[in-house]
């Protein structure tokens, strides 16, 4: 083993190449660094070859509980994904490419990246999309500080329905700024009306919603964007992108912002990444948008053709005046949801997402009936919903999650006084049966 | 009617007693072809050097400052619809902000249109 | 090319969808539904087939095209890893948050858990963090922990110092958390001005972001002074690992007085660009920052289990939904098991043998403002075409002409008309002696027919594009 893999130089070529740099030794390479600073330590194990490597990686796989049914969600959902997806995002042309600063060798990428922002914006109602942020968390907190910057105001509201996950994320990101950050407690699993109007003042620049929310109801935006655009603040919603195939958009209810998580549209469970945030807003606040933007322009010959467009809000030009210091997207996942959304297409959409709540509302009424159980039905639901248990949710689950079924989110860890709740999900790809099986388990867990 | 410039390529010249604010032929030139101006509210008071707008090109933004203190009472409204007024003409058309002076002895600090003409010869 | 939306057919369908086996649930109140699906293309398989075939035709792309891009080091994106990925592929995340549930997962923990040490290893560090999901990710969570670590000991800092030559995520990531920025101007022997230097200092500066070799490619001797007088002001050293492809096994920078490092794995460890992401940025800290580390985070217990540690009030708290982009870690995971130490020390090696080797044979046609010997990149200055007309610019599009990747141009800032070269590992000796071939065709070409170079492109399927156009118009959706 010669311990050269990937790099292909043969004994003589470095030989050769070393003597046309005038340098004797490779060592002779690493001169300008001084001795002193030099490592004295570099304890990485010896190699292997590709086949050893791929059989150790098979045996850490294995470490993991092969067959698992989920019910869980909270933010990552099982859904299906098209053959054609795994193929055509497997093209090295897509994936060995770099960012695309050189537009004319990079169309491909470009064009991709225009009809991904397009998809984003049908699905959202809204005006103007980027080409994807780090996931939905990252994306709830470069809301927040675009809203701060589109106001000029100084305090957010993260409503205690958007996900915990969320939230901590908002909280990370805002955490040595001048900024005030309120959580405002939910009221029977939904978004408080009252207290919010108390909270909206001259100074908030947004609320963040969320919608569905964590613990699956569906809220009512229009009435809280009236509310939000009463004080002249914004509203960001934070949302669950298949669910847009049935619900009234963002834009029709009167988001300002719209974010969430893509990895619902084609991209897999993969232990939580990479998938992609999206974001998207009203024209008007297009150079306040953090992250990269794909235009529309034409060569000198009037060709139609695509760029990477108001650059100069990037970082690599405005440094610490920049919108955001985001550099990457996650541009091979977005290219994901594009073909699962174009797969799927336009009628596609509105069937999976009735499928999901179809089976979810059919869920719900078989725990109902299960003897001390009852769900939250303060209001309507898309693909998950809470449950009360007569006992606590965290043995329920664990007991469950022994027989292979993620069973449900249990919520005493994010909302005090919700020990014996939990959230449980239910996608297209839960049959019936599974359905029965999760009813049958509970029911014996809690005998 | 005098211009006086900074060394950042800024002009300023008084019309009515108020101080007329942009930025040189050679800086336009030098930024290319300008997209986008972000201007600053009226009434935002400023002083000598601050930044005070910045306008962007596709490679590049760049902030102006002011060269003179003062209330900002004006400010170009066409530029937001018409960048390019400041490639195509901005020693007039494509001008940025007026400014109402507290301190109009600041001009006197900056360089005549001839000084400006020899600085860049030398830069 | 047509976009898919032009190509779609009302009542056309591309994939089958499963029928439902359970009772259709009453319909949601009309306030709620949404009035018409959204309109999404409607398009055969096939027909999707071939558009996304035909896209990804119009791409350069490492496994077509060498990829001299400096600062992003795009190296060869090794087949077997996208193999070991897709064995990860299908695990819930929240899993591990559930009761008991780390047991489920001890693969995937272990797999993460394993990955910091290596990295730790690598870098010097005592812990390491990998949720971050890019590096500028990974420096804005490294400035969190700065500041967390500053407000434990009640230190009031303000400031965060670069130099002129760094990435732009630097100051840019340090203005997102909250910190003024000073910039160091460069000075004539290519790093950070140590008289300058030394002026900025006071004991309001949080952090020095650096990047070492920094952006021009060259090892900065002054590394331990400038750390003993962050460190004599109590301001954190923050290692931006952009360009650690050049010192594996050679320089650790936690032995030479950084505090914070962040990597990127898709640059240094194999994993690919995804044409502009995900990446992975992990960061490393020693162990006085510890203690602010963000959650969730993976522990070993006294059993050798892996367990995830969901709460601790010091911590700066979450930065991203879960555990980071788990499938770019995993891809990394097993270029560093089958690389192994002999193997990335050399990979080091023959990257700053082949940045060495480019600089030498190009440098009698391009000026070369820091002649000194390279790390894994140098940086050409295209002024002597410049004076012609031809600008770095039209080199770098000439280049697309003759099948190569353009280099990085006009970055750093500090060089006039750079072009910025970073030819990795990975290219073999005729690969970078084609290259060698167009760009002395391009300097002949600059002074011959400077016409010639500002027309390229001319073989690709756009020209040069309108950017102003686009900047001005914002037309950023498809609106037919």
Not at chain 1, 367 to 388: C, D, H, K
Not at chain 2, 52 to 76: F, H, L, M, Q, W
Not at chain 3, 26 to 48: C, F, K, T, V, Y
Request: contains cysteine.
């Amino acid at each position: 083993m010669n311990d050269r893999h990937y790099a292909p130089h043969t004994d003589d070529e470095i030989r050769e190449m070393l003597s046309e740099t005038g340098i004797e030794r490779i060592e002779d390479l690493f001169v300008t660094i001084p001795e002193e600073l030099r490592a004295r330590v570099f304890n990485v194990p010896p190699g292997m070859s590709e086949f050893e490597t791929f059989e150790r990686m098979k045996r850490i796989a294995s470490d993991n509980s092969k067959e698992m049914l989920y019910f869980i969600g909270g933010g990552f959902y099982d859904h299906l994904i098209p053959a054609v997806v795994d193929h055509l995002a497997a093209r090295s042309e897509f994936y060995t490419s770099y960012t695309p600063y050189q537009p004319e060798c990079s169309q491909g990428t470009l064009q991709a990246l225009f009809e991904y922002q397009t998809a984003i914006c049908r699905l959202t109602g809204l005006d103007v999309s980027n080409a994807s942020l780090y996931d939905g968390a990252t994306a709830c907190a470069e809301a927040a500080l675009m809203a701060i910057r589109v106001t000029g105001r100084k305090k957010i509201i993260a409503d205690g329905c958007l996900s915990p996950f969320s939230r901590m994320t908002v909280r990370s990101y805002l955490s040595n700024l001048d900024v005030e950050l309120l959580e405002l407690p939910p009221l029977d699993g939904l978004l408080n009306l009252e207290e919010l109007e108390r909270c909206l003042d001259g100074e908030t620049a947004a609320l963040i919603v969320q919608n569905p929310n964590f613990f699956g109801l569906i809220e009512d935006i229009a009435a809280i964007a009236e509310k939000v655009h009463a004080a002249g603040a914004l509203l960001v919603a934070s949302v669950y992108p298949l669910s847009l195939g049935i619900l009234k958009s963002p834009g029709e209810c009167g988001v300002d912002i719209a974010v969430g998580d893509g990895q619902s549209l084609g991209n897999p469970l993969g232990f939580g990444g990479p998938s992609f945030g999206f974001i998207a807003a009203r024209k008007a606040f297009i150079r306040n948008l953090p992250g990269r933007i794909v235009g529309e322009t034409a060569d000198r010959e009037g060709k139609r053709g695509f760029v990477l467009t108001l650059q100069a809000r990037e970082q690599h030009i405005k440094r610490e005046k920049a919108t955001s210091n985001i550099c990457s997207n996650q541009g091979l996942c977005a290219l994901r949801a594009l073909i699962f959304l174009s797969s799927i297409g336009k009628e596609g959409i509105a069937r999976l997402a009735s499928m999901n709540r179809d089976k979810a509302f059919h869920a719900r009424e078989l725990l109902s009936r299960i003897p001390g159980v009852t769900a939250l039905e303060s209001g309507q639901i898309f693909n998950e919903f809470t449950i009360a248990l007569p006992v606590s949710a965290d043995l329920v689950a664990a007991s469950l999650l022994n027989r292979g079924i993620a069973a449900g989110l249990p919520l005493g860890r994010y909302y005090e006084g919700s020990e014996n709740c939990m959230v449980v999900t239910v996608t297209e790809k839960r049959s019936r049966k599974e359905i029965e099986l999760l009813a049958l388990a509970i029911g014996e867990a809690l005998q | 009617m005098s211009f006086y410039f900074t060394k950042d390529h800024e002009w300023a010249r008084v019309e009515e007693g108020r101080a007329v604010i942009g930025i040189s032929r050679h800086a336009a030139d030098e930024l290319g072809d300008i997209t986008f101006v972000d201007l600053p509210k009226e009434g935002k008071e400023v002083r000598q050097s601050d930044a005070i707008a910045s306008i962007e090109s596709v490679k590049a933004a760049s902030d102006i400052y002011s060269p003179v203190s003062g209330k900002v009472i004006r400010v170009n409204e066409a530029l937001e619809k018409m960048p390019e007024l400041i490639n195509e003409n901005p020693e007039e058309a494509g001008w940025l902000v007026r400014i109402e002076m507290t301190d109009p002895d600041e001009l006197q600090k900056l360089m005549t249109q001839a000084e400006y003409a020899e600085y860049l010869k030398k830069s | 090319m047509k976009l898919i939306y032009e190509k779609s057919v009302k009542g056309r369908c591309g994939v089958e969808l499963p029928s439902s086996d359970v009772p259709k649930a009453p319909s949601l109140p009309g306030n709620l539904l949404r009035e018409s699906a959204p309109d999404l293309p409607e398009i055969s398989e096939l027909d999707l087939v071939r558009h996304f075939t035909g896209l990804s035709r119009l791409n350069f792309s490492v496994d077509g095209n060498f990829y001299p891009l400096g600062s992003c080091t795009m190296k060869y994106n090794a087949k077997i890893l996208e193999n070991v990925a897709a064995l990860f592929s299908t695990f819930h995340p929240v899993t591990a948050l559930l009761p008991d549930g780390e047991k489920f997962c001890q693969g995937n923990l272990g797999l993460l858990y394993d990955l910091s040490q290596l990295l730790a290893d690598i870098t010097g560090m005592d812990e390491m963090t990998t949720t971050p999901m890019a590096g500028a990710h990974g420096e804005l969570t490294g400035i969190l922990m700065i500041s967390a670590y500053h407000r434990k000991k009640g230190n009031r800092k303000r400031y965060v110092v670069v130099s002129d030559s760094s990435h732009g995520t630097n100051p840019a990531s340090a203005a997102m958390a909250g910190y003024g920025i000073i910039t160091v101007p460069t000075a004539p022997y290519g790093d950070m001005d140590m008289d300058l230097f030394r002026k900025a200092m006071n004991e309001d500066v949080a952090a020095v972001m650096m990047t070492c070799p920094n952006t021009l490619g060259l090892f900065n001797p002054h590394i331990r002074e400038i750390a003993d007088i962050a460190h004599s002001f109590d301001a954190l050293m923050y290692y931006d690992g952009a360009n650690l492809n050049a010192i594996m096994g050679k320089v650790r920078p936690g032995d030479i007085g950084f505090d914070v490092v962040h990597l990127n794995l898709h640059k240094t460890f194999g994993a690919p660009h995804g044409g502009g992401g995900p990446g992975a940025g992990p960061v490393g800290v020693k162990s006085e920052l510890v203690p602010f580390l963000p959650l969730p985070r993976i522990v070993m217990n006294d059993e050798g289990e892996f367990e995830v540690q969901s709460e601790n009030l010091e911590s700066i708290g979450r930065v991203a939904n879960f555990f980071g982009n788990f499938g770019v870690m995993v891809k990394a995971y097993a270029y560093i098991t089958m690389l192994g130490r002999e193997g990335l020390i050399k990979a080091s090696e023959l990257a700053v043998l082949n940045a060495n080797y480019l600089k030498e044979k190009l440098k009698k046609y391009y000026e070369l403002p820091y002649d000194l010997p390279c790390m894994h990149e140098f940086v050409f200055s295209a002024s002597r075409q410049a004076a012609n007309g031809v600008h770095a610019i039209d080199i770098a599009k000439f280049l697309i002409d003759r099948n190569f990747h353009p280099p990085t141009v006009y970055f750093p800032l500090v060089v006039r008309e750079a072009i910025m070269i970073e030819p990795t590992e990975s290219e073999s000796k005729a690969t970078l002696d084609a290259f060698v071939v167009a760009m002395a065709e391009a300097a002949r070409i600059a002074e011959r027919d400077p016409q010639a170079l500002r027309d390229a492109p001319v073989s690709t399927p756009v020209g040069r594009l309108d950017e102003t156009k686009c900047a001005r118009e914002q037309k950023v959706c498809f609106t037919g």
